[in-house]
């Protein structure tokens, strides 16, 4: 962290998620003078719905290849902030061109000369959008002096095919308090939204699950009653995360088919899951295996058999399956918390820093 108090803007693109809020609190415990904005907060443009529909209908018209998605905030928004603010550096989380044109963000640091950085959290989920994310690549990804992205794979397309400044680095979590009196009433939590692979993966498991998330229901006529059954159609964050998490004897992650095609699956779950000191089932990658000592700190699974048999056998060996998440949860107190990763990203901002 730095040695004297620097000024940090933190523009999140995914605000719906608490990721962007902890990473804050961690950059303001070391040291930096830290303020952050939601893109979503801030003033839309007048009749904006109106008007973003009229430019889609146009570029489908004429630019039917291209992708183009019209900023919903006003340029002037976003400039009075950086005036009042005046930060040092700049680091936005996600994503900014779904708000505003990524050009403003350079024409701003030309002005007020700080230090642009981005952290990549999203840039798999854009696989399957061709043209989308294409567009990301050519017009957002080539503004900023760093990128810093949670996926080995991704950081290695910015850098080694596009020749972009990315480095990998990890998502993080806050520690949760423990829960030591709390009963495993749960066999295998799974928290997430739907898609194919997961359904195909989870029906092998039906009768151990418990199943939170979003977008099950336009998978429902792909799964059984069984599994239907074990669906609530809810999102969960926070306290009622921790609380499932706490419950649960195996917390399963399953990379989303996108992730998984791109041979990347180290998402936030992962860290979510080891901060709550669960024993954590999860698929393998690379990514992981660099990260994790897999049958000592986390277990994974290599295909559906593989899946089944480890639930069976860690249901069966409750010492084994203890042993496994207190290493993982050590694990993910040396080096895994939002405090070592802002560390992390800190080190290499500074040094990068104009104001320097």
């Not at 024409?107 to 989308?132: G, V």
């Not at 990315?166 to 030591?180: C, E, I, N, Q, T």
């Not at 699956?265 to 992981?288: K, P």
Request: aromatic share 12%.
């Amino acid at each position: 962290m730095p040695a004297t108090a620097k000024k940090l803007l933190v523009l999140d693109g995914i605000s719906g998620v608490p990721l962007g809020r902890e990473l804050v609190e961690a950059f303001s415990e070391g040291g930096f003078d830290t303020r952050y904005c939601a893109f979503a907060q801030l003033p839309k443009k007048p009749a904006y719905s109106l008007r973003a529909s009229f430019w889609k209908a146009y570029n489908k018209a004429f630019e039917q290849q291209a992708f183009y998605h019209f900023p919903k905030v006003p340029d002037q928004a976003l400039a009075s902030l950086v005036e009042q603010v005046r930060p040092e550096i700049v680091l936005v989380i996600g994503f900014s061109y779904r708000f505003i044109d990524p050009e403003l963000l350079k024409r701003l640091q030309d002005r007020y000369q700080f230090s642009l950085f981005l952290y990549d959290t999203d840039s798999c989920n854009f696989y399957a959008k061709r043209r989308e994310f294409i567009y990301f690549i050519e017009h957002e990804l080539p503004v900023y002096d760093r990128i810093f992205s949670f996926s080995r794979v991704t950081a290695n397309l910015f850098s080694d095919t596009l020749k972009l400044k990315a480095d990998f680095l990890p998502f993080g979590a806050k520690p949760v308090a423990p829960a030591p009196d709390s009963v495993k009433t749960v066999d295998v939590l799974f928290v997430g939204s739907g898609d194919l692979r997961r359904v195909l993966l989870l029906e092998k498991i039906r009768e151990h699950l418990t199943v939170y998330g979003a977008r099950w229901e336009r998978n429902f006529p792909l799964m059984s009653a069984e599994l239907r059954a074990k669906v609530s159609a809810q999102e969960v964050w926070g306290g009622k995360l921790h609380q499932l998490l706490h419950s649960a004897k195996i917390v399963l992650n399953i990379t989303r088919t996108d992730f998984y095609g791109a041979d990347t699956g180290v998402n936030l779950r992962i860290f979510e899951a080891l901060a709550a000191g669960c024993f954590l089932l999860t698929d393998y990658t690379d990514e992981i295996a660099e990260i994790f000592a897999i049958g000592e700190e986390i277990e994974v699974f290599r295909s559906p058999a593989e899946l089944v048999s480890k639930v069976r056998y860690y249901l069966e060996n409750d010492a084994e399956r203890e042993r496994i998440a207190r290493n993982g949860h050590a694990k993910f107190l040396r080096s895994c918390t939002w405090k070592a990763r802002a560390e992390a990203m800190a080190s290499l901002m500074c040094t990068n820093n104009r104001n320097s």
